[in-house]
């Protein structure tokens, strides 16, 4: 065989290789579910959540309730998501927001969830709950406030708060509604 025929054969072996790894490398990451948060060990964690009044994106009060919103209300646990329109993971877990959120209202005693604007401008952040179909309560933090009290430096960053008020979990990145789900039952809160 000539030189120039073992050289084709070879480039054809090594292309049809590198498509069959492209190939199965794309179908594993397609059947992938969504990427998890990670639990982190915040120091809000055993905490009292802090007590801040907040405005929603329309600047009205983020409750008709006489309590401060961003605290559980009536026996409800809380979960507090900081997220950015700028942010591809808060895109990416926006539909799962929706579903836990869903999905607590219709129970007695479901958690609540507040969406907290991070560092970005109420009018993009209306614009991505628009786009995104979200159900869900959105505080804006223009000053960073809430952030700041929370520690919060990026988005996604996720906090539930037990109805006594005390911070019990906190993960950074995307979160699923399996995993909220699995920490409010596991707490007793919900099931």
Same mark, same amino acid.
């Given at each position: 065989m000539s030189r120039?025929?073992?050289?084709?054969?070879?480039?054809?072996g090594i292309t049809a290789t590198i498509a069959f790894?492209?190939?199965?490398?794309? @179908?594993?990451? /397609?059947? *992938?579910?969504?990427?998890?948060?990670?639990p982190f060990q915040s120091p809000m964690i055993g905490q009292e959540a802090p007590k801040l009044r907040a405005t929603n994106l329309s600047g009205g009060a983020l409750s008709t309730k006489d309590e401060v919103p961003l605290t559980p209300i009536g026996g409800r646990p809380l979960v507090v998501n900081f997220f950015a329109s700028w942010c591809a993971p808060c895109k990416a877990e926006a539909p799962e927001l929706n579903a836990f959120s869903y999905d607590q209202s219709l129970k007695?005693?479901?958690?609540?969830?507040?969406?907290?604007?991070?560092?970005? @401008?109420?009018? /993009?952040? *209306?614009?991505?709950a628009r786009s995104e179909g979200i159900?869900?309560?959105?505080?804006?933090?223009?000053?960073?406030?809430?952030?700041?009290?929370?520690?919060?430096?990026?988005?996604?960053?996720t906090f539930l708060i037990n109805t006594s008020g005390k911070v019990v979990e906190a993960?950074?990145?995307?979160?699923?509604?399996?995993?909220?789900?699995?920490?409010?039952?596991?707490?007793?809160?919900?099931?």
């Open positions: 120039p025929r073992r050289l084709r054969r070879i480039t054809i790894v492209s190939i199965a490398l794309i @179908a594993l990451l /397609a059947s *992938r579910g969504p990427a998890s948060a990670i007695t005693n479901g958690a609540r969830l507040v969406g907290v604007v991070f560092n970005d @401008a109420d009018s /993009a952040a *209306r614009a991505f159900l869900y309560e959105f505080a804006a933090d223009s000053g960073g406030t809430i952030a700041s009290a929370y520690g919060v430096t990026s988005p996604p960053t993960w950074i990145g995307p979160i699923t509604a399996s995993q909220l789900d699995k920490a409010v039952v596991s707490k007793g809160y919900s099931s």
